[in-house]
C-alpha cells in the first residue's frame, strides 16, 4: 500500500470521507480509506495499493472478462443502441461525424463501444490492459486494440485522433492526470475528449454512502464529482463544454443500504426509472458524462 498527495493540488492535508470494503467482488476483508481533500475536495482512496498490487484486485469474474462471448457482446452492443435511439433527451455518448472520424477508446473493456462505432462508420482504436479481452477482439471483430495500461505512454504520435472516448476507466488508473495530459497530446488541435465517470455527488452515492455499489474500492482510486473533474481538465489544458448525465440508479447500492437497516427494500422498475428521469433532471445521476475540448 502507498500513501499519495491530491494530484489536483499535490496537498497532502486529506481527511477520511468514508471507510469501506470490496463490497462488490470480495477480493478482501480489507477496510479502505476513502479520503477528501480539504483544499480541492477531491476524494481518492489514500492509502491506496500500488500498481504491482492492485491486480489481485480484478477477479476472474471482474465484467469485462466474462462478458467475452460474440453472444454477450451482441446483446450488451443492442442495448446500447436502443438507447441511442429511444432515449427522450439527447444520448450523452452520440458522436456526430462532423466532429470527426478517428476515434480512440480508452479501457475499451468487451468492446461494445468499438464495435458500435465502426458499424458506424468511424475509424476505431482501443486501449486494452487485460491481454485476454485485447486479444479477443482483435481475433473475433478485427478491432485494432493495443494491450497496455492507460497509465503509460500511449503509443501514437501527437495530433492522432479527432476523438477519444473513456467509459468508466479514469477513476481505475494510478495517475489521472498523467492520462489526460496523454489525452491531450495524441487529440488533434481543438479534438475532443468524452469522459464517463462514477458521479460522487450523486444522490445515491450521498444516500448510501459505504454501500453504494460504484465505490467498487480498491480499484476505483479516484472518485470525481462534476466540480474536481472539471478543474483537473482545466488544470491539463482542456475546456469544458458540457456536463451531462446518465439514465442510472443502482438498485443494488439501495437494497445493501436498506438490508443494513433490516428493511427489505424492492422497488418496482416504474418508480426506478422515475428516480433515474429526476436525478438526470436535476444533474444528480450516478453517472456522469464530460464533454471537453483540447485547448489549442
Known sequence: MENINCIICNSNNDHIHLQSKDIRYNTTDTVFNLTKCKNCGLIYLNPRPSKNEIIQ???????????????????????????????????????????????????????????????????????????????????????????????????????????????????????????????HRVLKPNGRLILGLPNIDSFIAKLTGENWNDLDLPRHLYHFSSETISRLLTQTGFKITDIQHEFKISNKSLKNYYYKKAINLNLPNILLELLEFLFYIFKKSEWMVIKAQKNG
Not at 452520440?94 to 461494445?112: P, Q, R, V, Y
Not at 482501443?126 to 492507460?150: A, C, H, R, W
Open 57 to 183: 484486485f480484478y477477479p476472474s469474474d471482474y465484467r469485462p472478462k466474462t462478458t467475452l462471448s460474440s453472444k454477450d457482446l451482441i446483446k450488451r452492443k443492442k442495448k446500447y443502441k436502443t438507447k441511442f435511439l429511444y432515449y427522450i433527451f439527447k444520448n450523452p455518448w452520440f458522436i456526430d461525424k462532423n466532429n470527426g472520424n478517428s476515434i480512440l477508446d480508452l479501457g475499451c473493456g468487451s468492446g461494445e463501444l468499438l464495435i458500435f462505432f465502426k458499424e458506424k462508420g468511424f475509424n476505431v482504436t482501443g486501449i486494452e490492459i487485460d491481454p485476454i479481452t485485447s486479444q479477443f477482439l482483435k481475433n473475433t471483430y478485427n478491432l485494432n486494440v493495443f494491450n497496455q495500461d492507460m497509465d503509460s505512454s500511449f503509443p501514437f504520435p501527437d495530433n492522432s485522433f479527432d476523438i477519444v472516448i473513456s467509459r468508466h476507466s479514469l477513476e481505475h488508473t494510478h495517475n489521472p492526470l498523467n492520462v489526460l495530459l496523454e489525452i
